[in-house]
């Protein structure tokens, strides 16, 4: 068994994966009961496949358990990736960015690429037929914006994402959530759209937590796949471990 561990900005998410097929995906909001499952399916598969992806804070005594007990392969900057990183900074690049794009060229070889990821983030990602990554954009998520209205206003209300039919609010929470929603499905059509007027032959990715709320209200042909980051970390997972093959003495 392999278990894909992506330590987000609000969650921890990990999926099983058996004999390289997805299987499961638990979420968790606490430490201690990440702590608690991983010690308990150590127990119960010896020397457990572990590849991790943090963005987030991980707990210190849980990662140098993990070490010790597990196959363990932490992602990180340093790591092999099937793609030509040309990022000006290639080391602020974020590694779950990093993930997804390493995904996108394993799972559409040879195309243009544009992965979006819609999570307390928007992040867009572009890796040319060329397996070139060039780069992206970075804004608020949803749950962020209706977040910042509540913390940046006296009164305006907090809010969460509901299904609307309607352009013109005709109230304040309708006018909310018609700004947010209506604001970032255009935002991505937008940015597809833009992507596409430079790149005709363009396969687009949309995944994370708000992945089936967007899919369904934008215009453009898309591949939806909100556990496409997990899957990506165990297709990494296998090209990092042949990788090191190759480049054995």
């Not at 499961?24 to 702590?35: M, N, P, R, W």
């Not at 127990?43 to 496949?49: A, F, I, M, R």
């Not at 993930?99 to 990821?117: C, H, T, W, Y």
């Not at 013109?168 to 833009?194: R, Y």
Request: aromatic share 10%; with cysteine.
């Amino acid at each position: 068994m392999i278990l894909a561990i992506d330590i987000g900005n609000t969650r921890t998410k990990i999926a099983k994966f058996e004999n390289n097929r997805f299987s499961e995906t638990l979420f968790f909001d606490d430490e201690k009961k990440v702590d608690f499952f991983l010690k308990k399916i150590s127990t119960e598969h010896e020397k457990l496949q572990i590849i991790l992806s943090s963005v987030g804070k991980i707990n210190e005594e849980t990662f140098n358990w993990l070490k010790q007990n597990t196959n363990l392969i932490v992602i990180s900057h340093k790591s092999s990736f099937p793609f030509k990183n040309l990022y000006v900074t290639p080391n602020t690049l974020g590694i779950d960015r990093m993930v997804l794009a390493a995904g996108s060229v394993m799972q559409f070889p040879k195309e243009n690429r544009l992965v979006i990821d819609a999570g307390t983030c928007i992040t867009y990602d572009f890796i040319n037929n060329n397996d070139e990554y060039l780069g992206g954009a970075i804004s608020p998520g949803l749950m962020l914006r209706y977040k910042s209205l509540n913390d940046y206003t006296e009164k305006l209300p907090l809010l969460h994402p509901e299904d609307i039919d309607y352009l013109i609010g005709d109230q304040t929470t309708n006018a909310i959530h018609s700004g947010i929603i209506n604001g970032v499905t255009t935002e991505i059509d937008g940015v597809i759209a833009e992507y596409q007027k430079k790149y005709p032959q363009l396969t687009v990715i949309l995944t994370g937590g708000d992945t089936l709320f967007l899919a369904k209200r934008l215009k453009n042909v898309i591949f939806a796949n909100s556990n496409f980051l997990l899957e990506s970390m165990n297709s990494l997972y296998q090209y990092i471990i042949e990788n090191d093959k190759k480049n054995l003495p």
